[in-house]
């Protein structure tokens, strides 16, 4: 069953290129003003940290 997902969202990402904005977009919709249509700043004070991978902010460095 996932081989067949994959496949179908596959052919539908380079058939359809506006389909590409809606299955991956470019920024989460949290961080995107709805007044504006600018970022916002998080309620932490920044984006995302620059030393993890996943770019969220850790408690335990390792």
Do not use: N, W
């Amino acid at each position: 069953m996932v081989p067949i997902f994959s496949a179908g969202i596959y052919r539908c990402s380079v058939i359809r290129s506006p389909s590409r904005h809606i299955l991956f977009p470019s920024t989460p919709l949290s961080a995107v003003s709805a007044a504006t249509g600018a970022l916002q700043v998080p309620p932490v004070g920044r984006l995302a940290s620059k030393d993890s991978l996943s770019g969220a902010e850790e408690t335990c460095k390792g």
